[in-house]
């Protein structure tokens, strides 16, 4: 049975350690509103947009410069009907060398078609990576959202 979870991968011009790095750095590509230490193994920490997405990840596991992972330990989507939906789901950052590019892999385990977020979660996810993650990485400026 195929794999359904939502994937999306960039190439980069830069080394992993500097994807990984700028994977470390949520508050700079996807949310300002973040609370918490997002980069050591075991801590959780909250993302937050308006009153719209509330979650709490758990940084799950980290290998320098080859993977990150979170797991979504509680979520608050106010837009769903089932505004947990994102519980007990995770996120994935693989990480590998590609020539002189550096691939970063993102997957949403949990993500599949059949739940009620997929559609609006991955476009939201594919411009977050396309667009706010590679900029981080590759010029050191992402495109977060704001808190207004």
């Not at 993977?67 to 007990?88: I, P």
């Amino acid at each position: 049975m195929a794999n359904r979870d939502f994937t999306t991968s960039i190439l980069v011009d830069r080394s992993p350690k500097e994807a990984f790095d700028a994977i470390n750095r949520p508050r700079d590509w996807w949310g300002k509103d973040i609370e918490g230490q997002t980069d050591s193994a075991g801590q959780e920490w909250t993302y937050r947009y308006k009153d719209m997405h509330f979650s709490k990840q758990q940084t799950a596991e980290l290998v320098p410069d080859r993977k990150v992972v979170w797991h979504v330990v509680e979520a608050r989507m106010n837009f769903l009907q089932d505004k947990t939906e994102w519980e007990g789901t995770k996120m994935i950052f693989d990480i590998s060398g590609k020539g002189d590019k550096t691939e970063i892999r993102f997957t949403h385990a949990g993500l599949v078609p059949e739940v009620e977020c997929f559609d609006i979660c991955k476009s939201a996810w594919t411009g977050l990576i396309a667009d706010s993650l590679r900029n981080l990485v590759e010029t050191g400026e992402g495109l977060p959202d704001t808190v207004e």
